[in-house]
């Protein structure tokens, strides 16, 4: 990470400012606040015109409101790529979920640089008309410098798996199934400035599709996906969009205090760590989804679209029209 210096402009404490994780150092506190501000003030309107090639999804409201993009890290501009992860930054600070205190000691403006070996996916929506970043959703790559079996005891292991101190893998091991072909979903966000309105709603629905198509696009390159989520938030969504989790409960995840993560698991509701493969039926999900949020759904609202993903993943729906809504259009 590396050092903006001071944010342009003076901190303000006004209504809603940002409050950055506990902290005794004033020093470290007047840093997060810079950092949160600085990305606040940050537009990305020209993102998805300077994206490098092809995105895997492009997702655009009918209205114009939300458009939504994902690419690899290597179809990003560097600066967008560092504005991502800084917004990242900027979020964890809000919410508690990161060290102030280990940001400021490293200067620290957005979260690392990726060094893959394979390149990690980004979905990033954004406010058409302001720019500003309104939701995050990144597939992280292993660190194995090559792809080894699941259940190789070589094979290193995910971020989840360390701080929960389980193998969430091992499971799926398969011939032809190589580490390089498992994503660990990371930093699940949506921006918290944001007023609780039908671009909120979205902007979840947003991500999920921008995840789902990059997904079909990449084929057989993400077989298995995995990572830590809260039960009524990302492991709802993932439920809806057909995932088939294997949730493992009742761990204690943990992180040495030196490491700036730490925050996050020491919440009243820890998110637990789940794996699942990419379900054979994301198609039909991707289009149910696709059509509501393009307008062109004969679903009225988003309580239908919810029953109707729930019923085809309990069994029981019937497969929608897809020529009546538009789907793939």
């Given at each position: 990470?590396?050092?903006?210096?001071?944010?342009?402009?003076?901190?303000?404490?006004?209504?809603?400012?940002?409050?950055?994780?506990?902290?005794?150092?004033?020093?470290?506190?007047?840093?997060?606040?810079?950092?949160?501000?600085?990305?606040?003030?940050?537009?990305?309107?020209?993102?998805?015109?300077?994206?490098?090639?092809?995105?895997?999804?492009?997702?655009?409201?009918?209205?114009?409101?939300?458009?939504?993009?994902?690419?690899?890290?290597?179809?990003?501009?560097?600066?967008?790529?560092?504005?991502?992860?800084?917004?990242?930054?900027?979020?964890?600070?809000?919410?508690?979920?990161?060290?102030?205190?280990?940001?400021?000691?490293?200067?620290?403006?957005?979260?690392?640089?990726?060094?893959?070996?394979?390149?990690?996916?980004?979905?990033?929506?954004?406010?058409?008309?302001?720019?500003?970043?309104?939701?995050?959703?990144?597939?992280?790559c292993s660190a194995d410098p090559e792809s080894l079996p699941l259940?190789?005891?070589?094979?290193?292991?995910?971020?989840?798996?360390?701080?929960?101190?389980?193998?969430?893998?091992?499971?799926?091991?398969?011939?032809?199934?190589?580490?390089?072909?498992?994503?660990?979903?990371?930093?699940?966000?949506?921006?918290?400035?944001?007023?609780?309105?039908?671009?909120?709603?979205?902007?979840?629905?947003?991500?999920?599709?921008?995840?789902?198509?990059?997904?079909?696009?990449?084929?057989?390159?993400?077989?298995?996906?995995?990572?830590?989520?809260?039960?009524?938030?990302?492991?709802?969504?993932?439920?809806?969009?057909?995932?088939?989790?294997?949730?493992?409960?009742?761990?204690?995840?943990?992180?040495?205090?030196?490491?700036?993560?730490?925050?996050?698991?020491?919440?009243?509701?820890?998110?637990?760590?789940?794996?699942?493969?990419?379900?054979?039926?994301?198609?039909?999900?991707?289009?149910?989804?696709?059509?509501?949020?393009?307008?062109?759904?004969?679903?009225?609202?988003?309580?239908?679209?919810?029953?109707?993903?729930?019923?085809?993943?309990?069994?029981?729906?019937?497969?929608?029209?897809?020529?009546?809504?538009?789907?793939?259009?």
């Amino acid at each position: 990470m590396n050092a903006p210096g001071r944010a342009a402009g003076p901190v303000l404490r006004g209504a809603g400012a940002p409050e950055p994780a506990a902290t005794r150092d004033p020093r470290a506190r007047r840093y997060a606040r810079d950092i949160i501000r600085l990305h606040d003030r940050l537009s990305y309107r020209l993102l998805p015109l300077e994206l490098r090639g092809d995105p895997l999804s492009l997702v655009e409201d009918p209205d114009g409101a939300l458009v939504t993009v994902t690419g690899r890290d290597s179809q990003f501009p560097s600066r967008y790529l560092k504005g991502m992860l800084g917004f990242r930054l900027a979020q964890y600070l809000r919410l508690n979920w990161i060290s102030a205190d280990a940001v400021h000691r490293a200067a620290a403006f957005h979260e690392p640089l990726p060094h893959s070996p394979v390149e990690n996916i980004h979905t990033v929506t954004l406010c058409a008309r302001s720019g500003k970043i309104r939701g995050y959703v990144g597939l992280a790559c292993s660190a194995d410098p090559e792809s080894l079996p699941l259940d190789s005891p070589c094979r290193m292991p995910f971020p989840t798996e360390a701080a929960h101190r389980v193998d969430l893998l091992g499971r799926y091991a398969r011939p032809g199934l190589g580490s390089h072909q498992a994503f660990e979903f990371k930093r699940f966000l949506r921006d918290q400035t944001m007023p609780r309105d039908e671009q909120h709603s979205r902007v979840p629905w947003h991500l999920m599709l921008g995840i789902g198509e990059a997904l079909l696009a990449l084929g057989d390159g993400v077989r298995v996906v995995l990572g830590d989520a809260k039960e009524h938030v990302a492991l709802r969504h993932l439920r809806l969009v057909g995932f088939d989790l294997h949730v493992v409960e009742d761990t204690s995840p943990y992180l040495c205090a030196s490491d700036p993560m730490a925050p996050i698991y020491r919440q009243t509701v820890v998110a637990k760590p789940f794996a699942a493969p990419v379900p054979a039926d994301i198609a039909w999900y991707r289009d149910v989804v696709r059509s509501y949020l393009d307008g062109t759904s004969h679903l009225a609202s988003w309580q239908a679209v919810i029953t109707t993903l729930a019923a085809r993943r309990a069994g029981t729906g019937q497969r929608p029209d897809l020529a009546r809504e538009g789907a793939g259009r």
